[in-house]
């Protein structure tokens, strides 16, 4: 059995999701806010709109579904 392949996998997620929520944005009103910092309302145009091609719209995409679910406030320790 590899434990150490499952036990990978959660770790770059857990990566993933840090780097997401410490991205700062880079063009448009909120440009140098970071991801996580950004209004929901903001959130919700971009997933009307469709997120932009390649990692920052994947970026904001989970940002949009941490909002959407009220996950916010459990993510705030981890803004850097």
């Known amino acids: 059995m ?17 780097k997401a929520i410490n991205t700062t944005m880079p063009f448009g009103k909120y440009a140098g806010f970071r991801l996580l910092e950004l209004p929901e309302p903001y959130l919700v145009w971009f ?11 994947e970026q904001l995409a989970l940002i949009y579904e941490i909002k959407l679910n009220g ?8 803004l850097r």
């Not at 996950?71 to 981890?78: I, N, Q, T, V």
């Open 2 to 18: 590899d434990n150490n392949h499952s036990q990978n996998k959660p770790d770059s997620h857990q990566e993933a999701l840090i």
């Open 47 to 57: 997933h009307k709109q469709g997120f932009p091609k390649g990692t920052l719209g």
């Open 71 to 78: 996950l916010e406030g459990m993510l705030k320790p981890l």
